[in-house]
């Protein structure tokens, strides 16, 4: 199982890296977005609060992550989609496109966190658990964007069903990665800070918990 694991990662990267169109259009809304926002803010106002510079971020970042990682099963024809069923148990596939997304979701993070903090500051004080945010956040994006684009995949491919699906439940690992990033921008105190991390873990392992129960069904659809 595990190998079967590793070779469906390997094509996903090998994919990846053969139409590397879709990673660079990933790159330049990254790069846009922030350019425009500094346009907005920075040359007008002279200076962007923390607030500001916090939640324009997530903003950016979610949505870098829903152009980025939920094509995860939309690309994947119906004639490849019987030889994946014929090959290996579901679970083999989602743990194989899962790995997969939660790296180029922490990777489009923290290229973002760069570019952004390279063009509009940075005011973050405590890295560790900005860095810790970010992770955590990325493994509950790509959880919830892995499960919905298994859905949107047999319902006719639809990218506007993506966003309309994947918004609500993305909603809550957003407010809680603004707070605990809120709170790494102020430097609070680090003991004031673990339980809300403990909370975005936790709604983490629910999103894969609920992801592996819920895809064979979607599968074997």
Known sequence: MIKQVISIFEKEVKLEWRNKTAFNGILLYLVSTIF??????????????SITWNALFWIIIVFANINGVA??????GEGRMLYYYSLCKPQVI?????????????????IGFSVYALILG??????????LTILFASIGFSGVLTLVSGIVSKANNSTALMAVLSFPILLP???????????AIDGI???????????????D?????????????????
């Open 71 to 76: 094509k995860s099963f939309l690309q994947e």
């Open 122 to 131: 940075n005011p973050v004080s405590n890295y560790v658990y900005f860095l």
């Open 173 to 183: 690992i957003l407010l809680m990665s603004v707070r605990l990033s809120e709170n």
């Open 36 to 49: 425009i926002c500094y346009l907005s803010f920075n040359l007008k106002t002279g200076q962007m609060q």
């Open 189 to 203: 105190n680090i003991s004031l800070m673990n339980d809300k991390l403990f909370t975005l873990i936790s709604v």
């Open 94 to 110: 989602l743990s194989g496109k899962l790995i997969f997304n939660i790296l180029l979701s922490v990777l489009i993070a923290l």
């Open 205 to 221: 392992a629910i999103v894969i918990t609920t992801a592996y129960i819920l895809f064979p069904f979607i599968w074997r659809n």
